[in-house]
């Protein structure tokens, strides 16, 4: 479908696909970027401020962590997780997100087309021809769209019930930490938790909002200057994208900005109880 769009005739489609491929493009180079300063500064930070403390806190019973050589082991087995979890997970919010935009950007253009088959064409035959071409093209992007879910509902139902748990902890943990550096490191997972998150469910809010936007620019059109068969398949058509195409989480819930905050606030709901029951 890209390779379809790109080599078209369309200028609005390829300028609509460049506009999607550059935010692609950025919002790659960042996430790479800001994960690789993520790492320089949680790893660093420890030997910069010589405080010989963990980016992940280590507490075992009968051993001192700070002293030669249990500290510089405890470092070096550390080292690897924030640069493997970067790594892995990094690369699937850009693919996920640049997934989410093509979508999204498939829906626009099919609305672009929809509202050029009268204004391009004034033969009935060609106009049906055009309508029929557009739900066929409405087909292909659902189906995109499902096969898209089915990859990713799982680890979207995962991350919705590990992230959730994950930021309750480390905002209780603000609590009761005693050094900067653990509270930089805390400040930054929560930080960057909430950035993946927020990335992976507007994106996937954009796609759902823009498939909706079909049948109301189905709609849109002067149907009422088309034949009687025109109108009969319009109206299977608008019936047909009534149903809007959208991820979901763990094939239930559909990804909506609406679900993430109903996350923040489990979250956060959860770290109140447990700070409760700290100061008691």
Not at 48 to 53: S, V
Not at 128 to 133: I, M, P, S, T, V
Not at 195 to 223: D, G, Q, R, T
Not at 230 to 239: D, G, V
Request: proline share 3%; hydrophobic share 45%; aromatic share 16%.
């Amino acid at each position: 479908m890209y390779t379809e769009i790109e080599e078209s005739d369309d200028d609005y489609a390829k300028a609509k696909l460049k506009e999607s491929a550059d935010f692609c493009r950025k919002f790659s180079f960042f996430n790479v970027s800001a994960s690789f300063l993520d790492l320089i500064g949680t790893m660093s930070h420890p030997i910069l401020t010589g405080t010989r403390t963990h980016p992940f806190g280590v507490a075992l019973p009968g051993t001192d962590y700070t002293a030669s050589p249990y500290y510089e082991l405890y470092y070096i087995l550390q080292l690897h997780t924030p640069i493997t979890l970067s790594v892995l997970y990094m690369v699937f919010v850009s693919f996920f997100v640049t997934f989410a935009s093509f979508g999204k950007t498939s829906l626009n253009i099919l609305q672009h087309r929809l509202k050029l088959i009268f204004e391009n064409y004034e033969d009935d035959a060609i106009r049906l021809e055009a309508l029929k071409q557009c739900a066929r093209y409405y087909d292909r992007v659902a189906r995109f769209v499902k096969v898209f879910d089915e990859m990713v509902t799982y680890v979207i139902l995962g991350e919705f019930l590990l992230f959730g748990a994950i930021i309750c902890s480390l905002l209780f943990c603000i609590n009761i930490i005693d050094t900067m550096a653990q509270f930089v490191s805390i400040i930054m997972y929560v930080g960057t938790m909430l950035y993946v998150l927020f990335a992976c469910y507007y994106s996937a809010n954009e796609m759902l909002e823009e498939s909706m936007k079909v049948s109301e620019a189905a709609y849109s059109i002067p149907w009422y200057e088309g034949t009687t068969q025109f109108r009969k398949t319009l109206l299977l058509f608008i019936q047909r994208t009534q149903k809007p195409l959208c991820l979901t989480v763990g094939n239930v819930y559909p990804m909506t900005l609406l679900i993430f905050q109903s996350l923040l606030n489990m979250s956060y709901s959860y770290f109140t109880m447990l700070r409760g029951l700290n100061i008691q």
